[in-house]
């Protein structure tokens, strides 16, 4: 039931309604491709957005195809990803930086352009839930990078990554698929 004391946007109750139901419906597969599609990016691309999402300035063409995004998930800026990554939830992506301001004293309300702080999530890779990748990162192809991981520098394919900053604890073997841990050296 909507709430009567507070105004509308511009269009009609019902339409506000049914866009509000459909943007919480349940994570399964199919309300994910919906949902994407509903927010602009083509049928064709398969891409699949979780309930709470936020997919900001990241053009459909940034994004490739497959592509799976979590629940919760904020993603923003200059942020390019591979064909058929997979975003667990509550995952944060955002490219850009602040920039301090000795001036003002306070750190500036927009990004700031001094370099690449552009993104790359290479193509195969599964970011688990509550990854958070910072500005200018470029993650390789087939990465997995562990949950809660703060990834801060790029990484090369096949790494397995973890903590805070991440690190790289292993790596899979782009031929068998197996997991190899840096202690097993």
Request: charged share 20%.
């Amino acid at each position: 039931m909507l709430r009567k004391d507070i105004p509308m946007p511009s269009f009609e109750e019902d339409e506000f309604k049914t866009l509000c139901e459909f943007s919480h419906l349940s994570d399964t597969a199919k309300h994910g491709l919906e949902r994407a599609v509903v927010l602009g990016y083509p049928p064709e691309k398969k891409i699949s957005i979780a309930p709470g999402a936020i997919v900001n300035a990241v053009p459909f063409e940034q994004i490739g195809c497959g592509v799976r995004i979590g629940l919760y998930v904020y993603i923003s800026g200059d942020v390019t990803i591979g064909d058929h990554v997979l975003i667990g939830p509550h995952c944060s992506i955002a490219a850009g930086n602040h920039k301090f301001d000795p001036a003002t004293g306070w750190f500036s309300a927009r990004t700031e352009k001094d370099g690449d702080d552009s993104i790359v999530i290479g193509t195969g890779s599964w970011l688990a839930s509550n990854v958070t990748v910072t500005g200018g990162v470029k993650i390789g192809k087939c990465c997995l990078i562990c949950a809660g991981a703060v990834v801060t520098k790029s990484t090369e394919d096949y790494a397995i990554m973890a903590g805070i900053p991440a690190k790289k604890i292993g790596y899979i073997n782009p031929e068998t698929g197996e997991y190899v841990w840096e202690t097993d050296k």
